[in-house]
């Protein structure tokens, strides 16, 4: 593949709800551009984006995937999307190396939620958009009905430039509303159309729809509009410029149709990429940091050369695989960049574009461009590789924190040894995982944005790097604490044969505020026990608060004064006074009321809004309390609180409602007290394993 400069090169992201085509739309767009020898399929698992393993034996992208093609005198990079909001933080983190975004519908669902949130994202980001109405080839298609779904969603400011010819199985071609032309595909899929007059029987169809764009495109420009009115409509050139400007603009977000699997409306697409979709020149200028200041660059080749990292792979032959945008100059075969948020070089040997897991070297990539380089020592997803004379510093996208954990367990000893490296492999691939240990209850945690998420991980695991672990429910991480106060003493005496022991002390205990944690104060006046000996007084609460008192969780939120006591001249000592405390703590819980506290999730689900009052009372057979709601289009956003207990089934059970449609997130947010029942069982629980623990040490 030759160099492209930066006008002529066109990144674009595909994005869409999972199972609405966009891997297929993309194997189409390969074919028709030559880059592959043949119209690949998801259901064959030989598509060039769903590469991975786990993507082949799911039929889904995981992961985005790129891809570099050349169509006339144009260079298109391709971001294949996943279309699952449990990993959207991967689309999230990839669209930033995007200029454009195409959304891809199915023409039998019409907008589904992720589409509505991958369109929220590419908002966010300003990207140019056009719509892809895929699949009108299958049974109950219907291209009138996803337009209105796309009306009622995204507004009449989406406008189709194409009809669809036939219907169902007997889709065969489109109407151009630009030129007024159909074009027709042979039923082989080899994706190359010939120019038709309208059938009679769409003329009226389509006369209308032409007038409904050249209106649309008229209102955007004041000299358009006086053409329009003056003339009735405007020529075919001016359509084509006001509506590439528009669309540049985000005023006007066209709408084409397309078979992916029949190839079907791809090399029409292509076309519209390469004359309609915004080269990096067209974008606004890059916002960067140099030496704690703000500066601008637009993509330019007269600017030091800066490269941002926004994807990195873990590949387990070819290593490490980091994949970069240009960002300003020019980056060459054989560079030595700085990376400017770690403060290392690297040399960057054999870049190259990518074709999905197929990396073709070239010499040099200009601003704008995309490429990947293998084997970077240092440098992960985020960092921004810069001339030394000029270390910018591209800000990271913000990303959702993970919404479920599992604790994972290695299944033997050779297992446990290797996976800590090779979970850190997978966590520098995907931002959206975490690994832990809860320091609570001491177990190793691994933390994705759902079920599926974690399980996808842990497979990886296994076939990769040849690590099994098991995956089970996460321990809640229960807290103790007070609702009454104490006044009591803690007194310690014992003796033996040299010197003895004693300390004595008297401690008021209260409860504090909920996140208050602990506080300690001595008011200890005359001498009644001496200043060495109050920090085993204190030593003694916590560590005996740390074991708990109902059912060995940590205690919280209360506080404790020394006030009082006596001491020995020869008996006393630090330790005395520790055993003391822990006494005195033992006594205050017989009156102060001690309850369990349980940590309280703040969830917020997204959902069709016909599952709004299942979904409700679920939350509320969950003991969850309702905060609020929103509607955005046809989606419902339930906002609640609900303990983290009964949140370990979630996933599946909101799968199960919803027929997969839905999604959720949660983050803690406060502790609150267990109700008496709950309470009584996991009390009950914890007892029973204490006992069950104490009858296998004395065996």
């Given at each position: 593949m030759r160099t492209y400069q930066t006008k002529d090169i066109r990144n674009v992201g595909i994005v869409g709800h999972g199972h609405s085509g966009k891997?297929?739309?993309?194997?189409?767009?390969?074919?028709?551009?030559?880059?592959?020898?043949?119209?690949?399929?998801?259901?064959?698992?030989?598509?060039?984006?769903?590469?991975?393993?786990?993507?082949?034996?799911?039929?889904?992208?995981?992961?985005?995937?790129?891809?570099?093609?050349?169509?006339?005198?144009?260079?298109?990079?391709?971001?294949?999307?996943?279309?699952?909001?449990?990993?959207?933080?991967?689309?999230?983190?990839?669209?930033?190396?995007?200029?454009?975004?195409?959304?891809?519908?199915?023409?039998?669902?019409?907008?589904?939620?992720?589409?509505?949130?991958?369109?929220?994202?590419?908002?966010?980001?300003?990207?140019?958009?056009?719509?892809?109405?895929?699949?009108?080839?299958?049974?109950?298609?219907?291209?009138?009905?996803?337009?209105?779904?796309?009306?009622?969603?995204?507004?009449?400011?989406?406008?189709?430039?194409?009809?669809?010819?036939?219907?169902?199985?007997?889709?065969?071609?489109?109407?151009?509303?630009?030129?007024?032309?159909?074009?027709?595909?042979?039923?082989?899929?080899?994706?190359?159309?010939?120019?038709?007059?309208?059938?009679?029987?769409?003329?009226?169809?389509?006369?209308?729809?032409?007038?409904?764009?050249?209106?649309?495109?008229?209102?955007?420009?004041?000299?358009?509009?006086?053409?329009?009115?003056?003339?009735?409509?405007?020529?075919?050139?001016?359509?084509?410029?006001?509506?590439?400007?528009?669309?540049?603009?985000?005023?006007?977000?066209?709408?084409?149709?397309?078979?992916?699997?029949?190839?079907?409306?791809?090399?029409?697409?292509?076309?519209?990429?390469?004359?309609?979709?915004?080269?990096?020149?067209?974008?606004?200028?890059?916002?960067?940091?140099?030496?704690?200041?703000?500066?601008?660059?637009?993509?330019?080749?007269?600017?030091?050369?800066?490269?941002?990292?926004?994807?990195?792979?873990?590949?387990?032959?070819?290593?490490?695989?980091?994949?970069?945008?240009?960002?300003?100059?020019?980056?060459?075969?054989?560079?030595?960049?700085?990376?400017?948020?770690?403060?290392?070089?690297?040399?960057?040997?054999?870049?190259?574009?990518?074709?999905?897991?197929?990396?073709?070297?070239?010499?040099?990539?200009?601003?704008?461009?995309?490429?990947?380089?293998?084997?970077?020592?240092?440098?992960?997803?985020?960092?921004?590789?810069?001339?030394?004379?000029?270390?910018?510093?591209?800000?990271?996208?913000?990303?959702a924190e993970p919404s479920i954990a599992f604790a994972v367990e290695a299944k033997s000893r050779n297992d446990e040894d290797r996976m800590g490296n090779a979970l850190h492999k997978l966590l520098e691939e995907d931002l959206s995982l975490r690994f832990y240990r809860d320091p609570q209850t001491k177990e190793f945690l691994i933390a994705g944005t759902g079920q599926q998420h974690v399980e996808i991980a842990v497979s990886r695991l296994k076939k990769r790097y040849g690590v099994d672990v098991t995956l089970k429910a996460p321990k809640i991480p229960y807290r103790e604490t007070i609702r009454g106060t104490a006044d009591v003493q803690g007194r310690h005496k014992k003796q033996t044969g040299g010197h003895g022991q004693f300390g004595d002390c008297w401690i008021r205990m209260e409860p504090l505020a909920r996140g208050a944690k602990f506080e300690f104060v001595n008011d200890i006046f005359g001498g009644s026990i001496p200043k060495n000996y109050i920090p085993a007084v204190e030593k003694g609460i916590i560590e005996t608060a740390e074991r708990g008192y109902l059912a060995g969780f940590p205690m919280v939120d209360f506080k404790v004064t020394v006030y009082d006591g006596s001491y020995h001249d020869v008996d006393s000592s630090e330790l005395a006074f520790k055993l003391a405390a822990r006494k005195a703590f033992r006594n205050a819980m017989l009156t102060a009321k001690p309850t369990l506290l349980e940590p309280v999730m703040n969830v917020e689900v997204q959902a069709p809004v016909e599952y709004a009052g299942d979904l409700m009372g679920d939350l509320n057979g969950r003991r969850g309390r309702i905060a609020g709601m929103d509607t955005q289009g046809g989606t419902q956003i339930i906002r609640a609180q609900v303990p983290m207990a009964e949140m370990l089934s979630y996933q599946s059970d909101l799968t199960s409602i919803t027929q997969g449609r839905a999604s959720f997130s949660m983050e803690f947010d406060h502790y609150d007290y267990v109700p008496q029942l709950q309470a009584e069982k996991i009390i009950a629980a914890a007892k029973a394993a204490r006992t069950g623990d104490e009858e296998i040490e004395e065996e």
């Open positions: 891997t297929s739309v993309v194997a189409g767009l390969l074919y028709a551009a030559g880059a592959t020898s043949r119209l690949t399929r998801v259901d064959e698992g030989n598509t060039i984006t769903d590469y991975d393993e786990e993507e082949v034996q799911r039929k889904l992208t995981i992961s985005t995937a790129i891809a570099a093609i050349e169509w006339n005198k144009t260079k298109i990079n391709i971001l294949d999307t996943p279309g699952f909001n449990m990993f959207v933080n991967d689309a999230r983190a990839t669209l930033v190396a995007a200029d454009a975004a195409i959304v891809v519908i199915d023409a039998t669902s019409g907008v589904e939620p992720h589409t509505e949130k991958m369109w929220g994202i590419a908002e966010e980001f300003e990207l140019p958009r056009a719509i892809v109405i895929n699949k009108l080839d299958r049974d109950r298609a219907s291209f009138e009905r996803a337009l209105e779904s796309v009306h009622a969603r995204f507004g009449r400011n989406a406008v189709p430039i194409q009809l669809p010819l036939g219907h169902d199985k007997d889709f065969h071609g489109v109407i151009d509303l630009i030129r007024m032309k159909a074009y027709l595909y042979t039923p082989d899929g080899d994706g190359r159309s010939r120019e038709a007059e309208i059938p009679a029987e769409y003329a009226e169809a389509a006369k209308n729809a032409h007038e409904e764009l050249v209106e649309l495109v008229a209102e955007g420009k004041d000299d358009l509009m006086e053409e329009f009115f003056e003339k009735g409509t405007l020529p075919e050139e001016h359509i084509i410029a006001g509506l590439d400007e528009e669309m540049r603009e985000n005023r006007v977000f066209p709408i084409v149709c397309m078979s992916g699997p029949h190839n079907i409306g791809s090399d029409m697409l292509l076309n519209l990429i390469e004359e309609a979709f915004p080269s990096p020149c067209d974008r606004p200028a890059v916002k960067l940091t140099l030496n704690g200041a703000s500066v601008e660059r637009k993509y330019s080749g007269a600017d030091p050369t800066a490269a941002y990292v926004f994807k990195t792979t873990a590949d387990p032959f070819a290593g490490r695989i980091t994949y970069f945008k240009v960002l300003s100059g020019c980056v060459k075969n054989d560079a030595s960049l700085q990376n400017s948020a770690r403060n290392v070089t690297e040399r960057l040997a054999h870049i190259g574009v990518p074709l999905g897991k197929t990396i073709t070297p070239v010499n040099e990539l200009h601003a704008g461009d995309i490429g990947a380089v293998a084997k970077l020592r240092e440098t992960l997803t985020g960092d921004t590789l810069t001339d030394k004379s000029s270390p910018v510093v591209f800000s990271t996208v913000k990303l």
